[in-house]
């Protein structure tokens, strides 16, 4: 039999990339599905009304979903197993029908959308296109986001045309998330040609001493290694990471960061005693970790793994209690894992 779970308003059923094991069925409340729009990069908000149904395809498909399932009010949804649903709609010839019409529409929209990526594709290289997707993050303030492009930019093409400005707009993109975080602060790009296909990049000086390190090999080697992780290749990933840290040691700007990278790295590899002994080296060390909120709530994740939810419990509540954005990820994923232990 399905099952009735609760979700408070700001809560997320689900994240893109999770395990796609549950179809939902909305009861009460109102429930938004996010994701990113594969033709032109934009945020999509789909709000599931009452009586929808979501989760459907990544469920029957059985690949991990490919949106964020956000609660925008408090909600009451009925949570199937997938042969439970497969029951229940085989014999509901409303739901069939309901379930044909909406994956039909998507798939008219997904074909309309590989033709014009068929169409473009003469017209955008590889080059061009990812220093107008870093431009894109940058203009809409997803900085994290801009970051990882322009890194990888001049990972990839260091002589290119574009690398001076993607220094600059690397530099910008980290000052920015370390001021103000992702969606906060200024727009740097608000107003300019940036994104437009014909457009040439503005007139570069050269670059600041920031924007110059960008360029060193350790920054290769890091964004590379981002790349590895990113690829599911996480013991490679790792092997860079314990490199990078020991080249660069805890006061360089990549040492930080590959230091807790490379904590990620023994998660994704189920080591939960080493992840646990390595983030609490970071905490004794380095107790104002930029990554600080991410670190304890992977530590209750390890600790939950381990079966010890209480020891969980404090990990994720020291989330929830530190001083920073409420919708922040990290607090939202801690908020998430109390409510699945049935906590406040």
Partial sequence: MPKLAAFRSNS??????DVADKVYVLQSGRVSLNYTDIENGKDIHEVIER???????????????EENAVVLQDASVLAFTVPEFEQFAS?????????LKVFSNQLRRIHGQVE??????TSVNPENGLFRAGEYYLRNRLYSQARYVFGRYLTYYPAGRMAEQAGRFLEAAETALTR??????????????????DTEPQAATAPRPQAQAALTDVAKDYYNAVSLFSQGKHQDALKEFKRIMDASGDDGEYGPKAAFDLGRCLYA??????????FTGIIQSTPRHPDMADILFMMGQAWEKKGDNERAAGFYKKVLSMPGDEDSSARIKARKAMNAMGGA
């Fill in 269 to 278: 590899l189920s080591q939960w005693d080493a992840t646990i002994r390595h």
């Fill in 116 to 121: 014009n990526l068929m169409e473009n594709q």
């Fill in 51 to 65: 009586g929808e149904f979501f989760g459907v395809k990544s469920s029957l498909g059985h690949y991990p979903r």
């Fill in 12 to 17: 997320v059923i689900y994240f893109n990339g």
């Fill in 91 to 99: 014999s509901n010839t409303r739901i069939i029908l309901k379930m």
């Fill in 180 to 197: 103000y975080g992702d969606g906060k602060g200024p727009a740097p790009l608000a107003g300019s040609q940036a994104g437009r296909p």
